[in-house]
């Protein structure tokens, strides 16, 4: 069972969604999921077992992990007993509430309480006991509120929100060099400030926004071609395109989206 919900119109600016999923595997039963890059960060509380991971991420060291930006893909083997509540932050969304880096959490899932601290452990534990997934989401809103109103206002986190405005606009088709100007910053200083706020250098995360947007495009347009789809997403051709998917999800596109309906958690 999977739910979903939408933040308040406080937390909106910095939250994309909560959701759950609950499911119980049988004995012995192993179910392996394939995690692409989506370009959202991702607060994941394991309230049962532990799935485990192969690939970058080879173990989820604690029940609360927070997984930074990827570029690769890695699996989750999932068995046992599956209870998750997870939230998503914009690509700029998390920045505000932690005092990071956020290019430290590159391909890494952290311990929640190695950056929240006392009390990401103490929401962790409100969240087990709760017995909704409504409660969950009024719990997670409550935590993080607390911890926005006591950060200090970044100037620069204004210059991040315009520039990944113009990058979904675009759907990640656009210059550097004019995401640089816009924010009024040469292009190293602009890299750098991009680098600390969304954890991919800007490079790196316009072929992830190009991927996601391949994943929302076929999912409405299934009939189109591999060569058709390469254009419209801003590849140089359908090679480029082949090379792009296999190092982001480890499948060519056709494979890929033979396996199963293609599906954008970015453009959602």
């Not at 969950?136 to 109103?149: C, K, Y």
Request: overall charge positive; hydrophobic content about 35%.
């Amino acid at each position: 069972m999977i739910q979903t919900a939408r933040p308040s119109v406080f937390l909106a600016p910095f939250v994309k969604s909560y959701w759950m999923i609950e499911s119980r595997m049988a004995t012995g039963q192993v179910h392996v999921q394939r995690i692409v890059p989506t370009g959202l960060i991702e607060l994941s509380f394991y309230l049962a077992d532990r799935p485990r991971p192969s690939g970058p991420i080879q173990s989820l060291p604690d029940h609360s992990v927070l997984t930074g930006q990827m570029n690769r893909f890695f699996d989750l083997h999932i068995s046992g007993s599956l209870t998750l509540f997870s939230i998503y932050f914009y690509p700029h969304g998390l920045a505000p509430f932690v005092d990071l880096s956020l290019a430290e959490l590159h391909n890494q899932a952290v311990p929640v309480k190695y950056l929240l601290g006392g009390e990401g452990k103490e929401l962790e534990d409100k969240l087990a006991s709760a017995g909704s997934f409504q409660k969950r989401v009024d719990l997670a809103e409550n935590f993080l509120r607390q911890r926005l109103t006591r950060q200090k206002e970044n100037p620069d986190e204004s210059r991040i929100t315009h520039s990944i405005r113009l990058i979904n606009e675009s759907k990640g088709q656009i210059n550097i060099d004019r995401l640089a100007s816009q924010a009024c910053l040469s292009r190293k200083q602009f890299e750098r400030i991009f680098l600390k706020h969304v954890g991919l250098s800007p490079k790196q995360f316009l072929k992830t926004v190009r991927f996601q947007n391949a994943l929302r495009l076929k999912a409405t347009r299934q009939n189109c071609s591999l060569t058709e789809l390469a254009y419209d997403c801003g590849y140089y051709d359908q090679a480029h395109m082949i090379l792009e998917f296999t190092r982001l999800s480890g499948k060519t596109p056709g494979s890929y989206f033979l396996d199963g309906q293609p599906h954008s958690d970015y453009f959602q």
